[in-house]
């Protein structure tokens, strides 16, 4: 225990996973960002000269770029750009033996029950922690069949040519402002590369913790599908409890090769002052298939919607989110969906809680392009609100410009109400767990796409959420 | 046994809703084994009676106690008096979506019984012969808790519960309304595996005499606008079924019910 613990646990509140270790930066830079640090990060990594210019224009764009004028205006202009630390490296190099992994960080990944997950249920491993992965592994098996899973500083070493091929070219720097900043300042992340007809069972998960103060991590990850594979990744993340806020920029690229397939799934359990700013996209080729599977449970304000461009024939986007806002809480979720050839599909299911004052929004897009044929997409938003004081919208966009296109929406807002909680308290339920078995109901179209660790996982959660909130 | 050994013991008991009385002064014993029903026709008071008992936060009870083996019931949450042994079938089941049957029997019978009554073999045994005896199909458990079941199906899962929960004091609020006969028969078996031949006991609330005809009552209980007016036999379904109401509806029985008197004494 150190002694900063102390007002640590003063606004902890009920978050499980609020602990921080002592830091012990290797490497530390200053708060602030600047073209220097850009280009600092790049020469710190040795990176080839293609990414430090990348960096250095997404960095321009970033500053001239103006703040999204949606989602949380008066949020997002809290935010300190200015005291956030852009790099933080934690250990000297990515172990492949947790044995290796400095004594704190490991525990904390203990902790985490990510070792144990990884002997139980998984492929491979990648643990970042701060700017960059403290832990990676893959199964050898996997390896010997052509499999690629490394974490991006190391991918971007040992495979310029693929990265070069792809990166940014799902999510340009000049996406959106964050994505600039993302490109800028990326570190970390994971590369993951299936080669044609390869099947991997069991998923790969990736796993990032922020341990300290103002820090700012900015992960970047690129998965490519080849024709006909198929990949399931799962990532989870949580922080330590501060009183000052933190930053999470993710861009996540994945590419589906036609026939191939892949689902990634996120528990987001950001601690209550981080600002998770992520843009994850995909594109599916012919007859390919990408499913997002998306959970945000944590995090200040989250503005993240999962995207697809079903840019070959035949291809197939799901998108199943859910968001759960606690007190001083908002999550701006949803789902952007591009149907550009004939016959694409598309579903959308997005389940949103809030309570205690939170605020859930859905803020959706699915366009139909005048020359795709025969598309099909269905939309479905449902929002329980726990109490008065909390808050739900629905913000839905379709643009359909082909007339065989079939649409179909619907949006439901609902309460628990008073007879639901006597009829499972008359079972011997007592109002926070009746409250848990209706909240977890809610979200069982989510959960049980899961794997079941993380489902399990994510009921605990919320009967945690559910703890002592009524009555 | 003694006669103050009373399963449920309903003393004097005043309450209503918002300000409106709807019970005025209600009187039961039920003692350990036996069935009693309470007859009379909607908005008499029944279904407030059950609610009342399990503690429905709706209402307020201004006079009188309810007591269970002689402990305070009203005194207790209402997952408490489930945990003492208080059970009821609603007349209204709720949906549960997203809440698998499965897992909701297990989790209730570990609430009330405790962890050890909700795994293991005997358990599945018991879910499985209780879902015989109803005519369940195994799939059920698999569905959602009364989310889109059919009026039959969410009276056979109210039975199921009872009969998976071995509580003390099964309350029945109109378990055989929208039931057909076969359906009758079959809720009507579930009530007497779970009573029958058991300390338990039961408070069937209904407005017909179907039901009676297959669980007979020890006692029957007459009740007219908050208050029970009459109280006999199970040949008083009989009586109810060829006259009606009509005749235990004169005003001299709530001329009673203003001077706060038991009309019917039951206990012998």
Same mark, same amino acid.
């Given at each position: 225990?150190?002694?900063?613990?102390?007002?640590?646990?003063?606004?902890?509140?009920?978050?499980?996973?609020?602990?921080?270790?002592?830091?012990?930066?290797?490497?530390?830079?200053?708060?602030?960002?600047?073209?220097?640090?850009?280009?600092?990060?790049?020469?710190?990594?040795?990176?080839?000269?293609?990414?430090?210019?990348?960096?250095?224009?997404?960095?321009?764009?970033?500053?001239?770029?103006?703040?999204?004028?949606?989602?949380?205006?008066?949020?997002?202009?809290?935010?300190?750009?200015?005291?956030?630390?852009?790099?933080?490296?934690?250990?000297?190099?990515?172990?492949?033996?947790?044995?290796?992994?400095?004594?704190?960080?490991?525990?904390?990944?203990?902790?985490?029950?990510?070792?144990?997950?990884?002997?139980?249920?998984?492929?491979?491993?990648?643990?970042?922690?701060?700017?960059?992965?403290?832990?990676?592994?893959?199964?050898?098996?996997?390896?010997?069949?052509?499999?690629?899973?490394?974490?991006?500083?190391?991918?971007?070493?040992?495979?310029?040519?693929?990265?070069?091929?792809?990166?940014?070219?799902?999510?340009?720097?000049?996406?959106?402002?964050?994505?600039?900043?993302?490109?800028?300042?990326?570190?970390? &992340?994971?590369?993951?590369?299936?080669?044609?007809?390869?099947?991997?069972?069991?998923?790969?998960?990736?796993?990032?913790?922020?341990?300290?103060?103002?820090?700012?991590?900015?992960?970047?990850?690129?998965?490519?599908?080849?024709?006909?594979?198929?990949?399931?990744?799962?990532?989870?993340?949580?922080?330590?409890?501060?009183?000052?806020?933190?930053?999470?920029?993710?861009?996540?690229?994945?590419?589906?090769?036609?026939?191939?397939?892949?689902?990634?799934?996120?528990?987001?359990?950001?601690?209550?002052?981080?600002?998770?700013?992520?843009?994850?996209?995909?594109?599916?080729?012919?007859?390919?298939?990408?499913?997002?599977?998306?959970?945000?449970?944590?995090?200040?304000?989250?503005?993240?919607?999962?995207?697809?461009?079903?840019?070959?024939?035949?291809?197939?986007?799901?998108?199943?989110?859910?968001?759960?806002?606690?007190?001083?809480?908002?999550?701006?979720?949803?789902?952007?969906?591009?149907?550009?050839?004939?016959?694409?599909?598309?579903?959308?299911?997005?389940?949103?809680?809030?309570?205690?004052?939170?605020?859930?929004?859905?803020?959706?897009?699915?366009?139909?392009?005048?020359?795709?044929?025969?598309?099909?997409?269905?939309?479905?938003?449902?929002?329980?609100?726990?109490?008065?004081?909390?808050?739900?919208?629905?913000?839905?966009?379709?643009?359909?410009?082909?007339?065989?296109?079939?649409?179909?929406?619907?949006?439901?807002?609902?309460?628990?109400?008073?007879?639901?909680?006597?009829?499972?308290?008359?079972? &011997?339920?007592?109002?926070?767990?009746?409250?848990?078995?209706?909240?977890?109901?809610?979200?069982?179209?989510?959960?049980?796409?899961?794997?079941?660790?993380?489902?399990?996982?994510?009921?605990?959660?919320?009967?945690?959420?559910?703890?002592?909130?009524?009555? | 046994?003694?006669?103050?050994?009373?399963?449920?013991?309903?003393?004097?008991?005043?309450?209503?809703?918002?300000?409106?009385?709807?019970?005025?002064?209600?009187?039961?014993?039920?003692?350990?084994?036996?069935?009693?029903?309470?007859?009379?026709?909607?908005?008499?008071?029944?279904?407030?009676?059950?609610?009342?008992?399990?503690?429905?936060?709706?209402?307020?009870?201004?006079?009188?106690?309810?007591?269970?083996?002689?402990?305070?019931?009203?005194?207790?949450?209402?997952?408490?008096?489930?945990?003492?042994?208080?059970?009821?079938?609603?007349?209204?089941?709720?949906?549960?979506?997203?809440?698998?049957?499965?897992?909701?029997?297990?989790?209730?019978?570990?609430?009330?019984?405790?962890?050890?009554?909700?795994?293991?073999?005997?358990?599945?045994?018991?879910?499985?012969?209780?879902?015989?005896?109803?005519?369940?199909?195994?799939?059920?458990? &698999?569905?959602?808790?009364?989310? &889109?079941?059919?009026?039959?199906?969410?009276?056979?899962?109210?039975?199921?519960?009872?009969?998976?929960?071995?509580?003390?004091?099964?309350?029945?609020?109109?378990?055989?309304?929208?039931?057909?006969?076969?359906?009758?028969?079959?809720?009507?078996?579930?009530?007497?595996?779970?009573?029958?031949?058991?300390?338990?006991?039961?408070?069937?609330?209904?407005?017909?005499?179907?039901?009676?005809?297959?669980?007979?009552?020890?006692?029957?209980?007459?009740?007219?606008?908050?208050?029970?007016?009459?109280?006999?036999?199970?040949?008083?379904?009989?009586?109810?079924?060829?006259?009606?109401?009509?005749?235990?509806?004169?005003?001299?029985?709530?001329?009673?019910?203003?001077?706060?008197?038991?009309?019917?004494?039951?206990?012998?």
């Amino acid at each position: 225990m150190t002694n900063t613990n102390q007002d640590a646990r003063e606004v902890i509140g009920d978050y499980k996973a609020g602990w921080h270790d002592p830091e012990n930066a290797t490497i530390r830079f200053d708060f602030g960002l600047s073209e220097q640090v850009v280009r600092d990060i790049s020469a710190l990594k040795n990176e080839p000269k293609w990414m430090t210019d990348i960096r250095v224009k997404a960095f321009h764009h970033y500053e001239s770029r103006p703040m999204p004028t949606w989602g949380n205006m008066s949020m997002l202009k809290q935010i300190d750009f200015d005291s956030i630390c852009y790099f933080l490296r934690s250990s000297k190099a990515t172990e492949n033996n947790w044995d290796d992994v400095p004594e704190d960080i490991r525990n904390t990944f203990d902790k985490l029950g990510i070792p144990a997950a990884e002997q139980k249920w998984l492929s491979g491993v990648t643990a970042q922690y701060e700017s960059e992965a403290v832990y990676h592994s893959i199964r050898e098996d996997l390896e010997k069949q052509g499999v690629i899973f490394l974490d991006m500083d190391s991918g971007l070493r040992e495979y310029p040519e693929i990265i070069k091929k792809w990166f940014c070219s799902v999510v340009p720097y000049s996406d959106n402002k964050f994505a600039a900043l993302n490109t800028a300042v990326w570190s970390g &992340g994971s590369f993951l590369y299936i080669p044609k007809g390869v099947h991997v069972e069991m998923p790969v998960q990736a796993y990032f913790r922020i341990n300290a103060k103002n820090m700012g991590q900015f992960e970047r990850t690129l998965i490519i599908a080849d024709e006909g594979s198929s990949i399931h990744y799962v990532e989870g993340c949580t922080a330590p409890t501060y009183s000052t806020d933190s930053l999470h920029s993710a861009v996540v690229e994945l590419i589906a090769l036609p026939g191939a397939h892949i689902r990634y799934s996120t528990v987001q359990n950001w601690s209550v002052n981080v600002y998770n700013l992520v843009t994850k996209r995909g594109i599916a080729h012919e007859n390919s298939k990408i499913e997002w599977v998306d959970g945000n449970i944590g995090s200040k304000l989250t503005m993240k919607y999962p995207s697809v461009i079903l840019k070959g024939k035949g291809s197939h986007a799901e998108v199943i989110s859910v968001a759960y806002a606690g007190k001083g809480q908002h999550q701006d979720t949803g789902a952007k969906i591009h149907h550009l050839a004939d016959n694409t599909t598309s579903t959308i299911l997005s389940k949103s809680i809030s309570k205690d004052g939170g605020r859930g929004s859905y803020r959706g897009m699915v366009t139909v392009s005048p020359k795709a044929k025969g598309c099909k997409t269905n939309v479905v938003c449902d929002a329980l609100i726990l109490d008065e004081a909390s808050r739900s919208d629905t913000y839905p966009t379709m643009e359909v410009a082909n007339q065989s296109a079939r649409c179909e929406h619907e949006a439901s807002v609902s309460k628990v109400s008073d007879d639901q909680l006597f009829y499972l308290m008359s079972r &011997g339920h007592t109002e926070s767990e009746s409250l848990a078995m209706i909240v977890n109901g809610f979200f069982e179209p989510f959960t049980r796409e899961l794997p079941m660790e993380y489902a399990v996982e994510l009921n605990k959660l919320m009967a945690f959420e559910m703890e002592g909130s009524i009555g | 046994m003694s006669s103050n050994t009373n399963l449920l013991e309903v003393c004097n008991l005043h309450a209503g809703i918002d300000d409106t009385p709807i019970l005025n002064g209600i009187n039961i014993e039920i003692k350990p084994g036996e069935i009693h029903a309470i007859m009379g026709r909607n908005g008499s008071g029944k279904t407030t009676m059950a609610n009342i008992i399990m503690g429905h936060p709706d209402y307020d009870v201004t006079a009188g106690s309810v007591s269970l083996n002689g402990q305070d019931l009203l005194e207790m949450e209402t997952w408490e008096r489930s945990r003492a042994g208080v059970f009821l079938s609603f007349q209204y089941p709720q949906a549960v979506p997203g809440l698998q049957v499965g897992n909701f029997l297990r989790k209730s019978v570990a609430a009330i019984r405790g962890e050890d009554a909700a795994k293991g073999p005997a358990f599945r045994k018991g879910l499985k012969d209780a879902m015989q005896e109803l005519g369940i199909s195994r799939s059920f458990l &698999g569905r959602y808790v009364n989310d &889109g079941f059919s009026g039959g199906e969410k009276k056979r899962f109210e039975i199921l519960q009872l009969m998976l929960l071995e509580p003390k004091l099964a309350i029945l609020d109109e378990t055989d309304s929208g039931l057909d006969i076969d359906g009758i028969r079959t809720v009507a078996k579930g009530i007497n595996t779970a009573i029958r031949g058991t300390d338990s006991g039961a408070l069937i609330i209904t407005h017909y005499s179907r039901i009676l005809e297959h669980v007979q009552p020890d006692k029957i209980h007459v009740l007219i606008k908050g208050k029970i007016v009459k109280t006999g036999g199970p040949e008083l379904a009989l009586e109810l079924e060829e006259r009606g109401y009509e005749w235990l509806d004169n005003d001299d029985n709530y001329a009673d019910s203003e001077e706060n008197k038991s009309t019917v004494k039951i206990t012998d």
